[in-house]
């Protein structure tokens, strides 16, 4: 069963425009979240994270939305750079520190 | 500051072999998670050792068993290896069972 969807595989987006990743959950129960990203050969890197307490959390050119009604939360890149091409992965958990579940990722390709 | 580490990088077994794969956490951090990632698929949580005690399991079955030592690192036992085994291995680290998690870059495991 999963708890965590990236219903889209792959993006790509020219150089300077925004990068919008999605994700979907559908346990009610999760209150934090967060988006990694991964480059071929390397484990993944943590980029940004949310608790549910808000719905926005920004860090330079990321900030992540959170839609707690719709279950919701989406990763938006501006500007999108070619170093940010990698799989973006979206996690969630039901309190800070155990059990996280994963989307599927998305893998992202900036184009020059 | 080091990084979390895993070795092997690569391991070939067959069915019904046991294998023990290993992680030194990023220095400072005492709790190490360990997750499986089958192609194609994000991460799945395998379980968690915080200060060498066992702190949350996932829907795995009982040949995975894990072991964290004194100085945090950390092994991943699987027992009678199943081709359903072939996976990345990844293991994170982090302080006081925290949600920033950082990952090393994972162990293939092939099962032939």
């Known amino acids: 069963d999963q708890q965590v969807k990236q219903n889209s595989p792959s993006l790509s987006v020219q150089e300077g425009r925004i990068s919008i990743l999605n994700c979907d959950y559908t346990n009610s129960m999760f209150d934090y979240f967060l988006w990694y990203k991964k480059y071929p050969a390397e484990g993944p890197t943590f980029l940004i994270s949310?608790?549910?307490?808000?719905d926005k959390n920004e860090d330079g050119r990321f900030t992540v939305f959170l839609n707690k009604s719709a279950k919701h939360l989406s990763l938006h890149i501006v500007p999108s750079q070619p170093g940010d091409s990698a799989v973006y992965f979206c996690?969630?958990?039901?309190?800070?520190?155990?059990?996280?579940?994963f989307g599927t990722g998305t893998s992202l390709t900036v184009i020059p | 500051e080091t990084g979390v580490t895993q070795s092997p990088t690569h391991l070939i077994k067959t069915r019904g072999q046991q294998v023990t794969l290993r992680c030194s956490s990023q220095?400072?951090?005492?709790?190490v998670s360990w997750y499986q990632q089958a192609l194609g698929q994000g991460p799945q949580f395998i379980f968690q050792?915080?200060?060498?005690?066992?702190?949350g399991r996932g829907n795995f079955p009982p040949r995975f068993s894990g072991l964290q030592f004194p100085n945090y690192s950390s092994e991943l036992n699987v027992n009678a290896l199943e081709l359903d085994d072939s996976a990345l291995y990844l293991c994170a680290s982090s302080f006081e069972r925290g949600a920033e998690q950082y990952f090393g870059p994972g162990t293939r495991l092939t099962v032939t």
């Open positions: 050792y915080y200060r060498e005690e066992e702190n």
């Open positions: 220095s400072g951090h005492n709790t």
């Open positions: 949310i608790s549910s307490i808000k």
């Open positions: 996690a969630a958990s039901r309190h800070t520190g155990n059990q996280f579940y």
